[in-house]
Structure formats: C-alpha cells, structure tokens
C-alpha cells in the first residue's frame, strides 16, 4: 500500500477528533505562485484563454502536493556515462474528473504525469430530493492499486464530491485524494464526515456559500469559465 502524505503542520490543517475515526487533512498549498495564479482565476475580468491556462497551472501544483509521498520502486539506469540507480512510481496513477469543471484540471496534470489513465464520473442534483445522482460513470480496471485523485476545481456543499469518491470505493479504489482549487468550509466538513480517509488538497478555503450553493468570494462558476460558456 502506497504511503499517504502525513502530518502537515500547515495552519489550514484539519486536526484529528478523539471520538471519531481520524479525518484526512485538508492540506492548503502555500506558495506564492499559486496564491498569484488564484487572484488571476478569481478575477471577473479574467478571459477563458489565461482562465485554462492558470487552472492547468494550479492543477499541477495540486498534483504536486498530491504526488509528494508516493511509494517509488527502485529500477537500474544506464546513462551514456554508466549505471545508476533510477526509480519509477511504484503505482499505476488514475485521474478522475468530476464532469464539467473537473476537466479543466486535466491538461496541466497529463503533462507530468502523460501515463495517467482517466477515467469520468457525471453527477448533478435532482431538482426535488436535491440529492446528487450519478449519470456517467467509467472508471479505468486498474483503479484499485492505482493512486487515484478526484478532480473539481471547486468543492462547493461537497454533495457531488462525496458521491463521486462513493463511487470510486465501489469500483475498488483504495487509494484516493481529492483535489480542489477552492474548497467551502461546509464542502470540506461533508466530505470528511463521509470520507474521512480521503485527504483534500486545496488551493485556497473561502467561508461561505450563497443561496445557489456557490463559493463566495469563489471564483464564479468554474466550467462556464473555463469552456467560455458563461
Ligand atoms: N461550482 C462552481 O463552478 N462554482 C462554485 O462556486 C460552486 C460550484
């Protein structure tokens, strides 16, 4: 079993509670160009194209932070100068986008990590129960010993995040993190109350949500932005 990033003492992190099975952290990037490329992404002034840009970019730092502890199995290497010893990641990588905005954190992440198999999940909400339901699902075969990470850029009241890692366990994967540009407080509470097992990585938390469940301040809605649909 791949090891997990552990025991960040970031200020963001989430502690563990005494009466309930140990959360996952939540684990916020701090690092300059990140903060930089979220203040162009926030911004309404922001055009599609340098939009997709800054969201590949920040998927890679995500990716990055997801990527820090993952086993290697060590493998020989022949330079034109000799031998040496060489390494490859010790697990098949699997990126799961959540449908529609969870797209545009894929062509950053392929770019370091082009083997990665992809698989798809769909969830909206049922205008009556308000639940979320499932209406595309394809998962790669190798996505039980594979590092899987869950992609949406925003994790808003984290209904469609939980489904979607749901999902995920019963097609067998064991080894998932959620990655997200902005999470809401209330979005990261949900989703580590239904699995607390899965760490979220995050570019930044902002506190509230309006009355249509989006992030405040937030950044506007992810997929129109990114695919110009707005
Ligand atoms: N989805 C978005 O794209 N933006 C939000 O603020 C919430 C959900």
């Not at 563990?16 to 952290?25: F, I, N, Q």
């Not at 493998?75 to 799961?96: K, S």
């Not at 798809?120 to 009556?128: F, M, P, S």
């Not at 959620?178 to 809401?184: E, G, I, M, R």
Request: proline share 7%; net charge positive.
């Amino acid at each position: 079993m791949a090891k997990k990033p552990g025991g960040s003492t970031h200020s963001a992190s989430l502690r563990a509670s005494t009466s309930r099975p140990p959360k996952a952290r939540c684990h916020v990037i701090d690092h300059p160009v990140v903060a930089a490329g979220l203040s162009i992404l926030r911004s309404k002034k922001t055009a599609p194209d340098l939009f997709r840009r800054h969201l590949q970019e920040i998927s890679v730092f995500l990716f990055v932070e997801a990527s820090r502890a993952w086993d290697l199995r060590s493998i020989p290497v022949e330079t034109p100068l000799g031998p040496c010893d060489g390494a490859i990641l010790a697990r098949p990588i699997v990126l799961v986008p959540i449908l529609r905005a969870g797209l545009g954190m894929l062509d950053g992440i392929q770019r370091i990590a082009p083997d990665a198999a992809i698989g798809h999940i769909g969830v909206y909400r049922d205008a009556e129960t308000l639940r979320p339901v499932s209406y595309y699902e394809r998962v790669p075969g190798n996505i039980g010993v594979a590092e899987v990470l869950l992609l949406d850029p925003m994790l808003a009241t984290g209904n469609s995040a939980c489904e979607a890692a749901a999902i995920l366990k019963a097609r067998g994967a064991r080894s998932i993190q959620f990655l997200s540009v902005v999470a809401s407080t209330v979005g990261i509470e949900q989703f580590q109350r239904a699995h607390p097992d899965v760490p979220i990585i995050a570019a930044a938390i902002d506190r509230e949500l309006n009355d249509h469940a989006y992030i405040v301040p937030g950044l506007g809605d992810a997929g129109d932005r990114y695919f110009g649909t707005g």
